[in-house]
């Protein structure tokens, strides 16, 4: 399985951006699928998460500003940003696994077998 993340860019304070994360090679039903950030100097943490069912989950600080989604068809995954701040400049990954029960933000992104490269995003003020 193939997972490449794009997207990612420089935008200033307030701005918006979307990701897309392509997968392929995936040959199950279905996926869980999710996204990491990881800052410089702190661990990585996630942001979103989405079940085949579109059900959604997302980290508190993103809350109201993020959206996960999902292009089952083309089996892309996106992850809409808006109101950025600074201290969301951060790697940002994609990540998916067979589909399960336990598909929502509070797993690990060890949990993870199929993982993207990252997009880099940037916000300055």
């Known amino acids: 399985v193939h997972v490449a993340e794009s997207g990612g860019g420089a935008v200033q304070v307030g701005g918006s951006l979307r990701l897309s994360c392509a997968i392929s090679?995936?040959?199950?039903?279905?996926?869980?699928m999710a996204w990491f950030r990881q800052a410089p100097g702190k661990e990585r943490e996630g942001v979103a998460a989405?079940?085949?069912?579109?059900?959604?989950s997302y980290a508190d600080s993103v809350k109201g500003r993020f959206t996960i989604s999902q292009d089952n068809a083309n089996n892309t995954l996106y992850l809409r940003m808006t109101s950025l701040k600074p201290e969301e400049t951060a790697m940002y990954y994609c990540?998916?696994?067979?589909?399960?029960?336990?598909?929502?933000?509070?797993?690990?992104?060890?949990?993870?077998?199929?993982r993207g490269p990252g997009t880099q995003v940037t916000v300055s003020s």
């Open positions: 990540a998916a696994l067979r589909n399960t029960v336990w598909c929502e933000i509070g797993r690990a992104y060890n949990d993870f077998p199929w």
């Open positions: 090679g995936y040959t199950g039903r279905s996926l869980c």
């Open positions: 989405i079940t085949t069912d579109d059900l959604t």
